[in-house]
């Protein structure tokens, strides 16, 4: 039996929107990558530079995806001890994990903003034919993680209040497993 989970306010729905995002670029990066192999073997020359588009790309679909898999619950977890623990001890680790992810968001965000700057500052630009300056994809990778970052600090925090109300439940079903054992 599927239960419901809380609500999803805005951000967590645009977490999920913007995996969507990221499974396009995938997507696209594909599409580049399969035409430019025809190009180069029919034609002997590539024209989408595909291979450096699509490194960008995949960081950039990664890094949205991060945040859905908060909202998702879709991290990874040890299943067979979490099973056998006590709910109250289950939960504290959940609590664990999930301060753990914010910790690690934020520097992951901070970070990637970081290099952003320095590389607008520096006027970095790629080593390739096609020299793209790369704090462009680098801001949008590091919004990805920006975003990453906020959705895990506002799932911390819901959950808190979750706990803090008493509503287990909640609590559970946001930062607990996906399966139906939480109850």
Not at 7 to 36: M, P
Request: hydrophobic share 50%; net charge positive.
């Amino acid at each position: 039996m599927k239960q419901e989970r809380p609500h999803l306010d805005f951000l967590q729905r645009f977490s999920v929107v913007a995996s969507w995002l990221g499974g396009v670029i995938v997507l696209a990066s594909a599409i580049a990558i399969s035409f430019d192999v025809l190009t180069r073997n029919i034609l002997g020359k590539t024209y989408l530079q595909s291979f450096e588009l699509s490194q960008y790309g995949f960081a950039i679909s990664v890094a949205f995806g991060l945040s859905a898999g908060v909202v998702g619950r879709d991290h990874i977890r040890i299943d067979v001890l979490a099973n056998v623990i006590p709910k109250n001890l289950r939960r504290i680790l959940h609590f664990i994990s999930i301060f753990s992810l914010v910790i690690i968001s934020a520097l992951l965000a901070y970070f990637a903003v970081e290099l952003t700057i320095d590389s607008y500052n520096r006027g970095a630009r790629s080593p390739t034919s096609l020299r793209l300056h790369t704090w462009i994809p680098q801001a949008v990778w590091a919004l990805g993680l920006c975003i990453f970052a906020m959705v895990s600090v506002w799932t911390l925090i819901k959950s808190v209040k979750s706990l803090v109300r008493k509503d287990h439940k909640s609590c559970d079903l946001l930062i607990g497993f996906q399966g139906s054992n939480e109850n």
